[in-house]
């Protein structure tokens, strides 16, 4: 449970609650936190003994060790959870590690579009299951390559959600050939959707997140990027270009408070 009050130093207390503990810093050094699961009626009847003597411009966060925060109020009342109005966009969202992130984004607040190119079904389904558990998700199909699609889809994400606040370039396409054996349509496929997708869904986005001095980019390379791979040449050098790309984006976005990494 941390206490933070509106003034030069954030005080942090120590709760223990069966085998859990907090340790108190007020160094601004890093917290050790070792997770456990806390019920409600716990955590409320802790809540209630902490916020006897706290003043009343303190706030309470509370880390309860599901993949959100909570925030309360001074009743032991949920205000909101962490990110809550917050929108994130994951591309090739239809597995692997695209689903996983668009499943925790979703989990930690955000609502979700979750993109996918071919696999319709599982896209739907994993946008079914976060609605069962309260989530705000949503499956849209383009494939990244094409402007228009990308356009359209971050349209209709929009227009269900708001403004796009995070985007995750995960979509992408891989695969082994000897460089000998390298065709042009191999080539500009894996540029198109590894490089030009990755610009066009940023273009897509940008527009509000340049309005609001606020944003987050993530697009998601790879270590053959940076040392390149025997038989993946084509792969590599589209994540290479991929993070120049990212720092090179980094830097002109700086000013405007938007977060570009990989």
Same mark, same amino acid.
């Given at each position: ?124 389904? +994993? /946008? *079914?299951? &976060? =609605?069962?558990?309260?989530? %705000? ?111 090179? +984006? /980094? *830097?002109? &976005? =700086?000013?405007?408070?938007? %977060?570009?990494?990989?």
């Amino acid at each position: 449970v941390e206490f933070f009050e509106h003034a030069e130093k954030a005080y942090v207390a120590t709760l223990r609650l069966g085998l859990t503990t907090n340790t108190q810093d007020i160094t601004g050094e890093t917290l050790e936190t070792r997770p456990v699961e806390v019920s409600d009626a716990a955590l409320t009847a802790a809540l209630t003994r902490f916020t006897a003597g706290c003043t009343p411009r303190c706030k309470i966060h509370v880390r309860d060790f599901a993949p959100c925060t909570r925030t309360y109020d001074m009743n032991g009342g949920i205000i909101m959870l962490q990110n809550e109005g917050q929108i994130a966009f994951v591309t090739g969202a239809g597995g692997g590690i695209g689903r996983a992130i668009a499943a925790q984004l979703a989990r930690e607040g955000y609502a979700v579009g979750i993109n996918y190119y071919e696999r319709r079904d599982k896209a739907e389904e +994993l /946008a *079914a299951q &976060l =609605a069962r558990e309260g989530c %705000r998700a949503l499956a849209v199909q383009a494939d990244v390559s094409k402007r228009d699609e990308v356009n359209a889809m971050v349209k209709r994400v929009e227009e269900a959600f708001g403004p796009i606040s995070v985007l995750v370039n995960n979509a992408g396409v891989a695969g082994q050939a000897l460089f000998q054996d390298v065709t042009d349509a191999l080539w500009e496929r894996y540029f198109a959707v590894n490089l030009n997708g990755a610009r066009n869904t940023i273009q897509a986005v940008l527009p509000p997140m340049l309005h609001e001095h606020a944003g987050c980019i993530v697009n998601v390379s790879s270590m053959w990027g940076l040392r390149g791979a025997s038989c993946e040449v084509t792969y590599s050098a589209t994540k290479a270009a991929l993070i120049a790309l990212t720092r090179s +984006l /980094a *830097a002109e &976005l =700086a000013p405007t408070h938007i %977060r570009v990494n990989c």
